[in-house]
C-alpha cells in the first residue's frame, strides 16, 4: 500500500495551494481518507477526511478554507487549500482514515510566509 502526496511549496499568506495523493494497493473507492498534517514541535492532527458515503470532516482552524475531495477513477485525491495562514505550515499527509500506521508516506512540505 502507497500513499504518495505531492503539491507542497512555499506561497504567501491568503495564497493557495493544491494537494494531490495517488494511492495504490487498496481498493479506494470504498475507503474513508484523510489529510494530515504535523507542524515543527506538535502532534499530527487531522485536518480534513472524506468517507466513501461522500461526507466530510474538517477541523476547526481549516473549515471555509480547505475542501477535500477524490477521484476514485485516478484513485487520487486532493485537498485545495485556499486563504493560506502562516500557521498552515507543516508537513501534510495523506492516508485513510483514521490513519492507518503502516501507509504514512514522506508527506509534502508547505510553508506559508507572512
Known amino acids: 500500500v502507497q500513499f504518495v502526496e505531492s503539491g507542497g511549496g512555499l506561497v504567501q499568506a491568503g495564497g493557495s495551494l493544491r494537494l494531490s495523493c495517488v494511492v495504490s494497493g487498496i481498493t479506494f473507492r470504498f475507503n474513508a481518507i484523510g489529510w494530515y498534517r504535523q507542524a515543527p514541535g506538535k502532534q499530527r492532527e487531522l485536518v480534513a477526511a472524506l468517507g466513501f458515503d461522500g461526507r466530510t470532516n474538517y477541523a476547526d482552524s481549516v473549515k471555509g478554507r480547505f475542501t477535500i475531495s477524490r477521484d476514485n477513477a485516478k484513485n487520487t485525491m486532493y485537498l485545495q487549500m485556499d486563504s493560506l495562514k502562516p500557521e498552515d505550515t507543516a508537513v501534510y499527509y495523506c492516508?485513510?482514515?483514521?490513519?492507518?500506521?503502516?501507509?504514512w508516506g514522506q508527506g509534502t512540505q508547505v510553508t506559508i510566509s507572512s
Open positions: 492516508n485513510a482514515a483514521p490513519g492507518v500506521a503502516d501507509y
